[in-house]
C-alpha cells in the first residue's frame, strides 16, 4: 500500500512539474521589430501546405535576396496550430484558413502585417481586402482561395444533374441517379454540417440549436447510402469509380479528374456553399520576420502571384495578376466560379463549435 | 581456524547487487518517466482544465466538466459501439488463432520455427500499407468482392462497413492472438493429456479439463493485446469503414482536431485507460495470475 501512495506522489509531482514548466514560458514581447520593404535578416522557414508552392518561385526569391527558404508542409489548419500554438515554433511564415486566422489573432500568435515593408499589399483584390475574420486586414494577406462543393462522376449520372447539395443528402435523387452507396462526405464537422445547413437554406454559421438538429436530421437520414467520410481521397474515390458523387474542395476535384476516364464535373450547389480563403502571416514570434514581409511581398508581385495560380491552380486574390494568368485557368468555372453571391465564409463560432462536432458524431451513429 | 559468519558482508554485498540493478535499470526508468509518465500526466492535467473560446486549453479555473459530458448518449453510444467491434473482434481472433497456434505448437521445431516466421511475416511491413492494400482488396473490382459474388454468396461488397472494419482488424491484430497462445500451448507438458486419456477421457474431455486451463493465460493476454488496440482503433475504421460509425478512437481525434476541445479529448482518453486498467486487472484475477 505504502508502494502505491509513493508512485501516486511521484507522478503527481511530475505532471505538476511538467505543468507549471508548460505555462512559466508564457510571456510575449509586445513590439516587434520593424522591417524596411525588401529588407531580409536571415534564412525563412516556411510553413504551408502540401503541394501549394511552385518550387521555382522559391529559387527566383533565394536569388534576388541571398538568402535560403526551407518549406515544410502540413496537412491541416489544426495540426498547424498545434505546432505553433505552443511557441517557439522556429517559423517565419505560415498560411492559416480564415476561420483559423480569427482564432490566431484572439490567441496573439501572429502579428500584424507592416504596411512599409509589404507595398504590394495593395495588389489584393477589394473583395479580400477587408475579410470578415481579420477585419481591415491587418494581420493577414490573402494567398490563394477555393470553393467547397460538389463533384459528380457524369458519366454515370449524366450531364444533366442539378447542382444542388441534395445529390449528397436526398433519398429521391439518390434513387433517380443510382447514387445510394456511391456517396461521399467530408470527414470535417464544420463542412459536413455547413452543407446540410445550407441545403436546408440556412446560414452555415447558424448557431442556432434548432437549425442544427434539423441539419442534423439531414446526415443521419443520409448515412445509410454514405459510403465514407473521407477527407482526403474523396477525389480518388470519384475517379476509382468507388464512388460517383463526393463533397470536397475544388483544386483537389480538378486535380484528379485529370486522371481519371469518366467524364467528371464539379460544381458549387445553387442553394450556396463554402468560399475559403488561404492566408500568410508572420508569426508573433518568428525569428526573421523581415524576411517573411519580403517574401509575402515578393508573392504579391502581380507576376509571381500569377505564376502561383498557373502552377497549383487555386484563385488568386491578387487582382493585379489576372493579366499574367492562363486564360484556360481564367475561364475555368470550378477555379473561378461564375455566381460568387451565394458563397460564405465559415466563421470561427467560438464555444458552438462542440455542438458541431456532436451533431455529426450523432448523425452518424 | 574458523571461519566466522558474517552477515554484515552478505548484506552489504546484497545491497551492492541491488544497486547494480537500479543503475543497470535506470536508463529505462528516466526513458519511461520522461516519455510515458509525464505526457500521461499532462493528459491528466488537461482532463480538468478549461477550454478558451478559441478552442485553446487553459490550465487555469480547474473543473470536472469535461467527466460530465461522459455520461451524453453521443459518447455512450460511440462507447457501446467501439466495445462491440473489439470484441466481435477478439473472439473471431481467438477462434482463428487456437487451432493454429495448436496446429503449430505439435510441429517438429524446424516446422514450427518457418510456421511462426509466417506468422510475423506480414510484421515486416508497414500497417497502414497493408490497410490501404485491403482497401483494393475489397472495392467494387476487387478480388474479394468478385469471389464472394461469383460464388453466390450475395453482394460481396463490404467495404465502407462495420464487416470491412472487423476484417480488418482481425486481420491486423491475429499474429498478437497466435503468439502467446503458441507460447502457453507450446509449453504444455503433453504427458498430463496422456494420463487424461490413460484415464479414459475422450479427446474432448481432455481438451476441455486439461489443454484449455493450462493453455488460459496464453487465451487471456491475447484477448488483451487484441481487445485494447481494437477497441481504440483509429486507422482501420476510417480507411476500411469509411469512418461512418462513430468509434472511440476518431472520436477522441475528432475532439483535438475539430473541436479543439483538449478537455474532453483528454477525459476521455483518461476514462478509456482506467476501464481498460480496471478490465484487464479483473481479467487476469480471474485468469492468467502465472503469465
Keep these: ?365 | 581456524m574458523t571461519v566466522a559468519a558474517t552477515p554484515g558482508l552478505e548484506y552489504q554485498a546484497e545491497r551492492a547487487r541491488s544497486r547494480r540493478g537500479f543503475l543497470l535499470g535506470l536508463p529505462a526508468v528516466i526513458y519511461l518517466l520522461v516519455f510515458f509518465v509525464i505526457p500521461l500526466g499532462i493528459v491528466v492535467a488537461y482532463s480538468f482544465a478549461t477550454r478558451t473560446r478559441t478552442g485553446r486549453t487553459e490550465l487555469t479555473d480547474w473543473n470536472i466538466d469535461a467527466y460530465g459530458r461522459l455520461g451524453e448518449s453521443v459518447v455512450r453510444a460511440v462507447a457501446f459501439r467501439s466495445l462491440w467491434i473489439a470484441a466481435v473482434s477478439t473472439i473471431i481472433c481467438l477462434v482463428l488463432a487456437y487451432p493454429l497456434a495448436y496446429f503449430i505448437s505439435t510441429r517438429r521445431p524446424v516446422t514450427r520455427n518457418l510456421l511462426l516466421v509466417g506468422v510475423m511475416i506480414p510484421f515486416w511491413s508497414n500497417f497502414l500499407i497493408r490497410t490501404y492494400a485491403w482497401r483494393v482488396l475489397l472495392d467494387s473490382d476487387g478480388i474479394f468482392t468478385q469471389v464472394v459474388s461469383g460464388l453466390g454468396l450475395g453482394d460481396g461488397r463490404i467495404l465502407f462497413t462495420s464487416k470491412a472494419v472487423i476484417l480488418g482488424l482481425v486481420y491486423g491484430y491475429l499474429p498478437f492472438m497466435v503468439l502467446p497462445l503458441y507460447a502457453s500451448i507450446e509449453r504444455i507438458d503433453w504427458s498430463l493429456v496422456e494420463g487424461a486419456r490413460d484415464l479414459y477421457a475422450s479427446g474432448w474431455t481432455a481438451f476441455r479439463r486439461v489443454v484449455w486451463p493450462l493453455s488460459r493465460p496464453g487465451v487471456v493476454a491475447g484477448s488483451i493485446l487484441v481487445f485494447v488496440p481494437s477497441f481504440g482503433a483509429y486507422v482501420t475504421p476510417a480507411i476500411l469503414g469509411g469512418n461512418k460509425k462513430g468509434l472511440m478512437g476518431s472520436y477522441i481525434v475528432d475532439q483535438f482536431m475539430d473541436a479543439r476541445n483538449g478537455p474532453l479529448g483528454a477525459s476521455l482518453s483518461v476514462v478509456v485507460l482506467a476501464v481498460m486498467l480496471v478490465g484487464t486487472l479483473v481479467y487476469f484475477r480471474q485468469g492468467g495470475r502465472n503469465l
Design chain 1, 1 to 365: 500500500m505504502r508502494k502505491w501512495i509513493r508512485l501516486l506522489a511521484l507522478f503527481g509531482a511530475f505532471s505538476l512539474i511538467a505543468v507549471v514548466t508548460g505555462c512559466g514560458s508564457d510571456e510575449e514581447s509586445s513590439a516587434f521589430k520593424l522591417c524596411a520593404e525588401g529588407e531580409t535578416d536571415g534564412n525563412l522557414n516556411f510553413y504551408n501546405w502540401s503541394e501549394y508552392m511552385d518550387p521555382d518561385l522559391i529559387a527566383a526569391f533565394q536569388d534576388q535576396h541571398g538568402v535560403s527558404v526551407t518549406e515544410d508542409f502540413y496537412p491541416s489548419n489544426e495540426e498547424m496550430h498545434g505546432k505553433i500554438g505552443v511557441g517557439n515554433s522556429g517559423y517565419d511564415l505560415i498560411v492559416p484558413s480564415d476561420y483559423m486566422v480569427s482564432i490566431l489573432i484572439s490567441d496573439e500568435l501572429i502579428q500584424p502585417i507592416q504596411a512599409a515593408a509589404v507595398p504590394n499589399q495593395a495588389n489584393i483584390a477589394e473583395r479580400f481586402g477587408d475579410p470578415p475574420y481579420d477585419p481591415g486586414a491587418i494581420y493577414t494577406a490573402a494567398y490563394q482561395w477555393g470553393t467547397t462543393g460538389v463533384g459528380v462522376d457524369t458519366g454515370v449520372t449524366g450531364e444533366d444533374v442539378p447542382h444542388t447539395w441534395g445529390l449528397l443528402f436526398d433519398s429521391g435523387l439518390a434513387e433517380q441517379y443510382g447514387l445510394s452507396g456511391k456517396i461521399s462526405l467530408l470527414d470535417d464537422p464544420r463542412e459536413t454540417v455547413g452543407a446540410a445547413l445550407k441545403y436546408l437554406g440556412y446560414s452555415l454559421n447558424s448557431t442556432s440549436a434548432d437549425e442544427l438538429a434539423e441539419a442534423e436530421a439531414v446526415i443521419a437520414n443520409a448515412v445509410s447510402r454514405i459510403a465514407a467520410f473521407d477527407s482526403d481521397q474523396y477525389s480518388e474515390l470519384i475517379v476509382m469509380g468507388e464512388t460517383v458523387v463526393g463533397h470536397g474542395y475544388s483544386g483537389n476535384f480538378l486535380w484528379d479528374f485529370e486522371e481519371g476516364d469518366s467524364t467528371y464535373d464539379y460544381f458549387v450547389p445553387d442553394e450556396g456553399g463554402t468560399i475559403w480563403v488561404d492566408n500568410m502571416a508572420v508569426l508573433a514570434d518568428a525569428p526573421h520576420p523581415c524576411t517573411a514581409f519580403a517574401f509575402m511581398n515578393f508573392l504579391l508581385d502581380a507576376e509571381n502571384g500569377a505564376q502561383l495560380t498557373n502552377y497549383n491552380w487555386y484563385a488568386s486574390p491578387n487582382a493585379a495578376s489576372e493579366p499574367h494568368i492562363d486564360q484556360e485557368v481564367l475561364d475555368n468555372p470550378i477555379i473561378y466560379p461564375t455566381d460568387m453571391s451565394k458563397l460564405e465564409f465559415i466563421e470561427d463560432t467560438g464555444d458552438f463549435e462542440i455542438n458541431y462536432t456532436d451533431a455529426l458524431s450523432r448523425a452518424r451513429s
